[in-house]
């Protein structure tokens, strides 16, 4: 078929396509007699994506001061510090007023001699103390001369010394103290024409209270002699004393 005479036929189709839009325009059903059922629910939605952070909001209003709060416990103390450097040495202070005089000090004394007396008889016991009865010095009384004992009143070193006439015997005699011979001496005596003599001395630590007095050894050894001529002595004296000053307030 030509395209010539196809031209009338679409144009009829095209005028009848025309005429039936029309009609159905006219014809419309309404929609509420056309209504279905509900459908089916569908499946949940996924997850949206986290929004976007939101704005800072307004600052609140200060509020009011609170009421002050009770003291809390003491806290426990802290460690030690370090030690702090040593300070500037201060000014010289003001000199002090004058004190009043002291009084002087001495030295402590002891000292004491004494001999026998002419024509003595001596105890012939070997536990009694040969008694010096002539006193030559002893001013600090120190010396018994009717016990013929020395006793310390000063603690410290003390010095004596022995000097015998001897004659008609031998003579032997301890240095005691306090009933301990701390020296002993002898001397012998052979039926010479004149008298011999004997001496001893020794360095004797004292405290007070302490006794010092001479002894016979043996009683058949007494030939302690004096008379006008010639003495025996028991003599001793204070070297120096313990005390820590060395002097005593008179």
């Known amino acids: 078929m030509s395209s010539p005479r196809l031209l009338p036929l679409l144009h009829s189709l ?5 005429h039936l839009s029309s009609q159905l325009e006219d014809n419309k059903i309404p929609p509420s007699l056309c209504a279905g ?3 089916t629910p569908g499946s949940p939605g996924l997850h949206g994506s986290p929004g976007q952070p939101g704005r800072d909001g307004r600052d609140g209003r200060d509020a009011p001061m609170g009421e002050k709060g009770e003291k809390g416990d003491r806290g426990d103390s802290g460690e030690t510090g370090l030690r702090g450097l040593t300070g500037d040495r201060g000014d010289p202070g003001q000199k002090g007023e004058r004190g009043q005089p002291g009084e002087c000090a001495v030295a402590p004394k002891s000292a004491f001699s004494a001999k026998i007396s002419e024509g003595r008889t001596l105890p012939l016991s070997v536990s009694n103390a040969v008694q010096f009865d002539k006193v030559l010095l002893n001013e ?25 006439t001897v004659y008609r015997s ?11 011979a701390a020296a002993s001496y002898f001397q012998f005596y052979g039926n010479w024409p004149k008298p011999a003599s004997l001496s001893g001395s ?11 007095w001479v002894q016979m050894s043996l009683s058949e050894y007494n030939g302690f002699y004096s008379s006008s001529k010639t003495d025996s002595t028991f ?16």
């Open 14 to 18: 095209l005028v009848l396509q025309v």
């Open 37 to 39: 059922q509900p459908g």
């Open 140 to 164: 600090q009384d120190d010396y018994s001369p009717e016990t013929g004992r020395f006793t310390c009143k000063v603690p410290g070193v003390y010095f004596f010394t022995v000097h015998a």
């Open 170 to 180: 031998s003579l032997q005699f301890d240095l005691m103290k306090n009933g301990h």
């Open 202 to 212: 020794s360095l004797l630590h004292l405290v007070p209270g302490d006794q010092v």
């Open 235 to 250: 003599t001793g004296f204070l070297v120096y004393s313990d005390w820590k000053n060395s002097a005593v307030f008179a």
